[in-house]
């Protein structure tokens, strides 16, 4: 089960996200993340309680960050964990989406 919390400050929002990202969170991320974020001009989203990502959840994180960074956000992936940043890495996730985008 995929949650998440928000903490803003100023026109910064972090996205504290916890659990796995997959099809069961496509709904989360289209309803409720992605019309919440788009009102800040950089979005950070803290990966530390993310333990697993399949492929559905690789294109929602794609479409998301792709979409925000269109509209001219900066988008952060930050404190990822090593077996998720494996995956990322495997997929060229970094090249996708620009190297500046993981910390």
């Known amino acids: 089960m995929f949650t998440y919390q928000l903490d803003t400050k100023e026109d910064m929002v972090t996205l504290s996200c916890e659990g796995d990202i997959d ?5 989360v991320f ?3 993340i992605q019309p919440v974020v788009s009102g800040y001009s950089t979005i950070i989203f803290d990966f530390e309680q993310i333990y697993f990502v399949d492929s559905s959840g690789i294109g929602l994180i794609i479409k998301l960050v792709n979409e925000l960074q269109e509209a001219g956000k900066t988008v952060r992936i930050e404190r990822i964990r090593p077996e998720v940043m494996e995956v990322f890495e495997l997929l ?3 090249e996708i989406l620009g190297k500046d985008t993981f910390l």
């Open 23 to 27: 099809i069961d969170a496509s709904e």
């Open 30 to 32: 289209e309803d409720g």
């Open 92 to 94: 060229q996730i970094d």
